[in-house]
């Protein structure tokens, strides 16, 4: 007897969008300049994706979030994607053994779908390390373990989904309890139209928020018309954007640019994050704070700019 034939499963390209992290204006530039993805239309025209084009794409982001170039990794084979997947997965890490333990623990929650727990057990860490050691020490280094995870394929999306929104509950219960600084300046957060990360956007807040900063945030992927239309609204003094590593590097510098145009003079830009461009290609008048410890410099040289 023949055996049935498994149809293909396909997905919208706003469901491709959110299984892969990856914008709808991503998934088109790449079709067009990598023939990659190669999507069919549905009765009405609109692209709908092969799920196993959906799978490649999943690992093409991981290793963008590892920092490699999709103009590198979009030739490989299925094949050579895992590889190379395992092999940045396999770097070891260079934590102390406890802060690992402390790490393994905590992904094991994850892996175990214990949302209940990890939200506890994250809570108990932040009153014990204090939310400054919280941040430098236990969250950054367990949300790279998680990337790591996910780029060797042992975290599905929606375990990683389940750590993020866990993550980010406890950084906000954390950061809305510290009082408003008055002491200045006062600081604008966001993320430019695209970039939809904001765990290292929330962590700087936390950051800023210790210091006694007045911490102003609208989230990811707002407009950068709007973004100064708020800075004048509230009296911003500091404007901070942030970018992961698969920020477009033309796009960063172009809306660095124009949110620079747009700021009056005396408001400062600081752009940070793990985009491997940040550094080598920020615009003129744009303050660059890769590590938390270039942030409190920035923040240190402000406050010596404005005293008194």
């Not at 293909?8 to 991503?26: F, N, P, Q, W």
């Not at 009765?43 to 959906?54: A, N, S």
């Not at 934590?95 to 939200?119: F, N, Q, T």
């Not at 992927?221 to 901070?240: H, N």
Request: charged residues 25%; proline residues 5%.
């Amino acid at each position: 007897m023949d055996q049935a034939v498994k149809p293909t499963v396909y997905l919208s390209i706003a469901a491709v969008e959110r299984d892969t992290g990856l914008s709808k204006d991503t998934l088109r530039v790449w079709e067009r300049r990598y023939g990659f993805p190669a999507p069919q239309r549905d009765q009405f025209g609109e692209r709908i994706y092969p799920v196993e084009q959906v799978e490649r794409l999943r690992a093409i982001r991981r290793l963008m979030d590892a920092g490699h170039r999709p103009g590198k990794i979009m030739p490989l084979s299925d094949s050579q994607l895992r590889a190379l997947g395992d092999r940045l997965a396999a770097v070891c890490s260079t934590r102390p053994r406890e802060a690992r333990a402390e790490i393994d623990d905590l992904l094991g929650l994850v892996r175990r779908h214990d949302v209940d727990e990890l939200r506890r057990d994250l809570g108990q860490r932040v009153l014990r390390l204090g939310l400054a050691r919280f941040v430098t020490e236990l969250a950054a280094p367990l949300i790279a373990r998680v990337g790591e995870s996910w780029a060797r394929g042992q975290l599905e999306v929606f375990e990683e989904h389940l750590f993020t929104e866990s993550m980010q509950i406890v950084l906000r219960q954390a950061i809305g309890v510290i009082p408003q600084g008055v002491n200045g300046p006062r600081v604008l957060l966001t993320t430019f139209p695209g970039e939809a990360h904001g765990m290292g956007l929330l962590m700087v807040e936390a950051i800023l928020a210790l210091e006694g900063c007045h911490c102003i945030s609208l989230g990811v992927q707002t407009p950068i018309l709007d973004i100064a239309l708020a800075s004048e609204s509230q009296d911003i003094d500091v404007v901070v954007v942030s970018f992961s590593e698969n920020a477009g590097p033309s796009a960063m510098v172009d809306g660095l640019t124009l949110l620079r145009q747009r700021l009056s003079p005396h408001r400062e830009v600081w752009a940070g994050g793990r985009c491997p461009a940040l550094s080598r290609r920020a615009p003129d008048g744009v303050r660059v704070a890769v590590e938390f410890e270039a942030l409190l410099r920035l923040l240190a040289e402000w406050r010596e700019a404005h005293a008194g």
